[in-house]
């Protein structure tokens, strides 16, 4: 009976994603850390996440959302400003951590909400 409040699409997609902004902090971690690396490329999750994501979404499969991981790759998108070949934009990499931020944060509080009725249900109180 529990399990089947864990393998509602809505909520494993929640957690997926949640599993992506945490791979995608480490990721933007990596490319701040090695801003004057020469040669080095940006990091970031995997670009067919989204959509393999969005496909387990629309199948409801629960089991291919558990499946689903994101990954890190070198985003082939990035350019170098500069001769040194690194592709790692410092402006950029301190927007996209803040927007990460807030994606975390909206997860979280999706997961979270969703263990809060699960409590609600099994003690009558919220708190």
């Not at 992506?20 to 971690?29: L, T």
């Not at 690396?37 to 990091?43: A, C, E, M, S, V």
């Not at 890190?72 to 934009?89: E, K, W």
């Amino acid at each position: 009976m529990i399990e089947a409040l864990f393998n509602q699409p809505g909520y494993l997609a929640a957690q997926r994603m949640l599993d992506a902004a945490v791979v995608r902090h480490e990721a933007i971690a990596s490319n701040i850390a090695n801003q004057e690396t020469p040669n080095y490329k940006r990091l970031d999750v995997a670009p067919n996440f989204s959509a393999q994501l969005n496909s387990a979404l629309a199948s409801k499969d629960a089991g291919q959302l558990k499946s689903l991981q994101p990954r890190l790759a070198v985003d082939t998108s990035a350019t170098s400003p500069n001769r040194d070949g690194n592709t790692v934009n410092i402006e950029q990499e301190l927007l996209a951590m803040n927007q990460n931020q807030i994606v975390h944060t909206l997860e979280t509080q999706l997961v979270t909400g969703t263990l809060m009725k699960l409590r609600l249900a099994i003690t009558g109180r919220s708190g």
